[in-house]
Every structure is written in structure tokens, then in C-alpha cells.
């Protein structure tokens, strides 16, 4: 897989306009925006703060293309301490 910055593709713009309006009445027929974040959530707000507070105790390193999956190797084994102890 090539890196975005570095990906040449030869594509068409195939952008569809769509009236806000019709956006907004879309998204309240499935709750609003309120609800927005609760339909996006793969996790639960209790393993998000363990996993920020792990995160934070490797330094909270910057994450990158190219050591994205080393960070995530290093938390865990520490998520698996937490919930084991």
C-alpha cells in the first residue's frame, strides 16, 4: 500500500451536492446530532480512559503511519495487566 502523499491516481470527481437541509433531516431521523457520538462509539467510555491513561504512561508518543501498530504492541500487554489485576 502506498502512503497518500506519495499515491498518483488518475481519478474523476464524482462529488454528488446534497442540500444541507435534506443532511439534517437525515441525521434526525437516526437521533441528530446528539446522538451522533453515542453511534460512533466502539468503545465504552470506561476502556477509553484506560486506554488514555496507558497511552499516557508510554509518553503519549506521536502516532504515525510507520509506528502505529509498535504503539499499539506496547499498550497491550498493559490493558491486559489492568483488566487481569
Do not use: K
Request: net charge negative.
Amino acid at each position: 500500500m502506498q502512503f497518500p502523499e506519495t499515491f498518483v491516481a488518475d481519478a474523476q470527481r464524482c462529488l454528488i451536492p446534497v442540500p444541507a437541509e435534506e443532511v439534517d433531516r437525515l441525521r434526525n431521523t437516526i437521533g441528530g446530532t446528539e446522538d451522533r457520538e453515542r453511534r460512533f462509539r466502539h468503545i465504552t467510555p470506561e476502556f477509553e480512559g484506560v486506554a488514555e491513561a496507558i497511552y499516557g504512561d508510554l509518553g503519549s508518543p506521536t502516532i504515525t503511519m510507520n509506528n502505529a501498530w509498535e504503539v499499539y504492541e506496547q499498550m497491550i500487554p498493559l490493558v491486559i495487566q489492568f483488566y487481569n489485576s
